[in-house]
């Protein structure tokens, strides 16, 4: 599985002129599931997500995980997830002018993989909000920093 992770000051999605998820403060994830990728991957890559250090404290070093963002005391400092599904990270630009998507996960399954990150993203962190997967979605952000990270999971690892 692949994510693009911002950390935001905010950020939300739309399907035409209707905002489905909204986040202030914390991180914006743009969540792709590849061919063969498993459920065990989406919770070593939420694991990983949850535990990493990109909020600042006090002495402006990244020192501080999603998780801790509730417990710091600052109105501002939410530590929201908006999840939103994105096959076309999966692309394959090698060749070509054209993306391939043929290592994208078949719907139904990046439907089930995203599902299921998205479960146990509420279950194990609480605030999550999502796009619709497999809609044409508006997103909007507010990038903090910028900081902008990719994490990937391969089977095995």
Do not use: W
Request: glycine letters at 10%; charged letters at 20%.
């Amino acid at each position: 599985m692949k994510a693009v992770v911002q950390r935001v000051r905010q950020a939300q999605v739309s399907v035409g002129q209707q905002c489905v998820g909204q986040i202030g403060a914390g991180l914006l994830v743009l969540l792709c599931a590849e061919r063969g990728d498993t459920p065990a991957q989406a919770d070593q890559l939420l694991t990983k997500l949850l535990k990493l250090r990109i909020f600042s404290d006090a002495a402006g070093k990244m020192n501080h995980s999603v998780q801790d963002m509730d417990g710091l005391g600052r109105p501002e400092s939410l530590g929201a997830l908006l999840v939103v599904s994105q096959f076309t990270l999966a692309a394959d630009t090698q060749r070509g002018n054209r993306p391939s998507f043929t290592r994208a996960a078949l719907p139904e399954e990046g439907q089930r993989l995203y599902a299921h990150f998205v479960a146990q993203a509420r279950r194990l962190h609480g605030p999550v909000q999502t796009g619709v997967f497999g809609a044409d979605m508006q997103v909007s952000l507010i990038n903090d920093g910028p900081v902008t990270l990719i994490l990937e999971t391969r089977p095995g690892h």
